[in-house]
């Protein structure tokens, strides 16, 4: 009779819960109970498990095998407990020390032949992992240029059980961890490349500046679709610690992969407008994947054709504009996933979309309907609003030449760090993020300077929450040129800004 454990991650979201594995090997009918509440694609590990210990040269016990998965309440599911299970029943029997085993957490989903594939969420297992307490890591060898992103732990890669077998005996050494090789940045869409449009330039350099969310609004054909694929070219590289965030989720969404293990540029997520509601904020059974708006986190979330896309969807976005992180409840449990992101939507203004509007044949009441997909609530979060023209030339010898992606970025990255010196020691990293009371208060503006807005108010014009984003929008305007605190033309502009649709 024996008993060994080992540990192992239970994820919900990016947030990870250690689970120890016990296992029980003494008197009784021979079988495998596994016990702790497993899903069915951890119930049918069992029969996995046993398969590899015997296609690895060990015998599966011939005694009553129980397994536990503590905290026994907490829901369980997924392969990754494979290589944990396999290990901890080899050493409850005697076959391998169970030394290595106390204090190690253990990934990884074991093929028949004994060989360790890679699961999904390493990176924030590990980071869990740390958490509590856990000094060491045992990683299928493709997840290693992951898991050596986490500091703090002894990490090592499997490439098969048998590898794992030998290094608890001390006969063989797993492989060692990696320099996580950072993968150069993605090229990026060259700004100078859109004809014309010269406030929807303007406005794109503000929403990079202060990371504010866009609604473009043009005729087709005017570069709409153009100016949002260039806007995460204009942010700047993610932090260390923002990085390792969107890694985390990426991780958990299965993106990763062993040449870019650290994602290190802003994400740029587009989709169809076809796309379902769990595709877009996150979904499924049992517990929640995460959606488009988390794999957008500290990036720009593209919605072309917004119009098209129906209220259900687009409401769905209204919390998560506010919040910067989504929780979504399911049988298994509560998953949250980060989802700070700037938001760009386009659309046509009518249904007919004609080049000019004067060749519009849309109907006063089919406009409306149009135009009422996005609603009031949705887009009173939208800091940006700006029209795109239609292109009367495409060249002149009057029209000066564009500025190019470089310039503007140089311009945006100044802005950004005037903003996070500023904000900083409140945790804040760019306007967007700073809460309405705050500015209202702390960071109050003179009332000579906020007269606009307070007419706005009065009138019924602007709501508190656009204040609120006006005030944001006039801070990155004063940080673009360079002013320690936004004058009255600054809030008139970004008055402005909310006015055009």
């Not at 369980?76 to 290589?83: A, V």
């Not at 993020?433 to 702390?442: I, Q, T």
């Amino acid at each position: 009779m024996g008993l060994a454990r080992a540990w192992s991650v239970a994820l919900f979201g990016v947030d990870g819960v250690p689970v120890e594995i016990e296992a029980d090997v003494g008197v009784g009918s021979v079988r495998t109970q596994l016990l702790g509440l497993p899903d069915a694609a951890l119930h049918e590990s069992k029969d996995r498990v046993r398969a590899a210990v015997r296609n690895s040269g060990q015998s599966w016990p011939t005694q009553r095998v129980t397994l536990g998965l503590s905290p026994a309440t907490l829901p369980k599911g997924g392969s990754g407990y494979d290589l944990a299970l396999a290990c901890v029943v080899l050493a409850a029997a005697g076959a391998v020390p169970a030394a290595k085993l106390d204090g190690t957490v253990v990934l990884g989903e074991l093929a028949l032949d004994g060989r360790v594939r890679t699961v999904r969420g390493v990176l924030p297992s590990l980071l869990a992992a740390r958490r509590a307490g856990l000094t060491r890591a045992v990683v299928p060898v493709d997840a290693l240029p992951e898991a050596s992103l986490v500091a703090g732990l002894e990490t090592r890669g499997a490439s098969t059980l048998a590898a794992v077998l030998g290094w608890l005996e001390d006969l063989d050494a797993l492989e060692p961890p990696v320099e996580p090789t950072l993968s150069p940045p993605p090229p990026t869409s060259e700004l100078a490349d859109v004809i014309g449009q010269p406030e929807a330039r303007w406005a794109l350099e503000v929403a990079a500046a202060g990371g504010h969310h866009l609604l473009l609004t043009g005729p087709p054909g005017t570069g709409k679709t153009m100016l949002a694929q260039r806007l995460s070219g204009l942010l700047p590289p993610l932090s260390a610690e923002d990085a390792l965030n969107v890694t985390a989720v990426h991780s958990v969404a299965g993106l990763l992969s062993p040449e870019t293990p650290l994602v290190t540029s802003p994400p740029f997520v587009t989709l169809h407008h076809s796309t379902s509601t769990a595709a877009l904020v996150g979904g499924g059974s049992g517990l929640a994947k995460p959606g488009a708006v988390s794999r957008a986190h500290r990036g720009v979330l593209f919605l072309d054709e917004a119009c098209e896309f129906g209220q259900t969807k687009l409401e769905a976005l209204r919390t998560v504009l506010e919040e910067g992180e989504i929780h979504l409840a399911r049988r298994d449990g509560i998953a949250r996933y980060p989802a700070r992101f700037q938001l760009v939507l386009a659309t046509n203004p009518c249904p007919c979309a004609p080049p000019k509007e004067i060749d519009c044949t849309c109907t006063a009441t089919a406009r409306r309907r149009y135009q009422a997909k996005l609603s009031g609530p949705l887009l009173d979060r939208v800091d940006i609003r700006v029209g795109t023209r239609p292109l009367t030339a495409m060249a002149g010898a009057d029209v000066l030449p564009p500025e190019p992606t470089e310039i503007v970025r140089a311009r945006v990255a100044a802005a950004r760090t005037r903003a996070c010196s500023r904000w900083s020691a409140h945790g804040w990293q760019t306007n967007a993020e700073v809460p309405g009371p705050a500015l209202r208060r702390e960071f109050a503006l003179p009332r000579a300077t906020t007269a606009l807005l307070d007419r706005a108010l009065s009138t019924g014009a602007l709501t508190g929450r656009g204040a609120d984003r006006c005030l944001r929008v006039a801070w990155t305007l004063a940080d673009l040129e360079e002013t320690d605190i936004p004058t009255p033309s600054h809030v008139a502009a970004a008055l402005e800004f909310r006015d055009r649709r």
